[in-house]
């Protein structure tokens, strides 16, 4: 079946990086990731960036300047490299994968916390 798998998140200082990886795969013939989304506690999901077939990308203007989100390893791979993070940025990170249809798959997300 379908999965999706996010991975890299952690506990890092104000200012620190991290490098999160999302894989998809299973029996759909194609499944592509497409981008990331965060949710902190309370609060809404919210998109973080997003890339297009193309290679296009979308950031909000609370990332725009410290992440970057990429492809790699034949379109089933996705990550997204946080600079400069802020103690705000702290939520749970999710990939989000479409198949052939539009439809849309969710990995169970990674935690990233950072503190002051």
């Known amino acids: 079946q379908v999965q999706v798998v996010e991975s890299g998140g952690g506990l890092v200082q104000a200012g620190g990086s991290l490098r999160l990886s999302c894989v998809a795969s299973g029996s759909i013939f194609r499944i592509t990731p497409m981008g990331w989304y965060r949710q902190a506690p309370g609060k809404e999901r919210e998109l973080v960036a997003a890339?297009?077939?193309?290679?296009?990308?979308n950031y909000p203007d609370s990332v725009k300047g410290r992440f970057t989100i990429s492809r790699g390893n034949a379109m089933k791979s996705l990550y997204l490299q946080m600079n400069s993070l802020k103690p705000e940025d702290t939520a749970v990170y999710y990939c989000?994968?479409?198949?052939?249809?539009?439809?849309?798959?969710w990995g169970r997300g990674t935690q990233v916390t950072v503190s002051s």
């Open positions: 890339i297009s077939s193309g290679g296009s990308t």
């Open positions: 989000n994968a479409k198949g052939v249809y539009g439809e849309e798959y």
